[in-house]
Structures are given as C-alpha cells and as structure tokens.
C-alpha cells in the first residue's frame, strides 16, 4: 500500500512539475493543482495510514489529528489560491490577448 501511495504522489507532483513548466497560463494553474494536491496527502500521510486507528472514541491507537487538521486548512488555502490564479489568468488573457505567461504571442495565435 505504501509503495502505491508513494508512486501516486511522485506522478502528482512529476505531472505538476511538468504542467508548471509549459509557458501557458492555464496548464501551469492545473500544475500547481497538482502540486498542491500531491502535497496534501503527502502530509496527510505523515499521520500514518492506518484503518483501524481512531480519532476520537475508545480504542487500541488513536490517530495523530494535526496532520488531517493541516490537509484541511491546506485544501481551503488552496481552493482560494486557485480561484485566484484563474482570476488572474483570465484577466491575463483579456488585456493581453494571449495565453503565453510573459504575455507574448505564440506561433499559433499570430496572423
């Protein structure tokens, strides 16, 4: 189980890294998606992944609540941050007419 949840972090964070370094606004917003996903249950995997450990209640182990509090202030920083970077790209494109980051125009979008 260890070794799945370790391969899926490292694809989240390699597409994140990839999307990142393409020079277009939108594929570098769903890049840092990505990375902030892969580093979501990175530390949501610091609380050890367990089944039959509790958060509250009776029982044998309990589970280590800060890092769960952690993912869940980091997906509503997140969702924040990505409304805004999509605020930002659209807007980007609307004054400059093109969706390269520096703001120039591609080979494709040229007449």
């Known amino acids: 189980m260890e070794a799945l949840f370790a391969i899926t972090l ?3 964070a390699a597409s994140g890294v990839y999307l990142l370094l393409r020079a ?3 594929p570098v917003v769903l890049g840092l998606t ?3 996903y892969a580093v979501n249950l990175f530390l949501f995997a610091m609380g050890r992944l367990t089944g039959d450990a509790a958060v509250l209640g ?3 182990t309990y ?3 800060v890092p769960q509090a952690l993912v869940l202030t980091a997906i509503v920083i997140g969702f924040a941050m ?3 970077v ?3 790209a659209l807007r980007g494109v609307g004054d400059l007419g093109s969706d390269h980051v520096d703001g120039r125009a591609t ?3 040229t007449p």
């Open 58 to 60: 009776s029982g044998a």
């Open 82 to 84: 990505t409304a805004f």
């Open 86 to 88: 999509v605020v930002l």
């Open 34 to 36: 990505l990375i902030s």
């Open 63 to 65: 589970a280590d609540p």
């Open 10 to 12: 490292g694809l989240l």
């Open 24 to 26: 277009q606004t939108f």
């Open 107 to 109: 080979e494709e979008q």
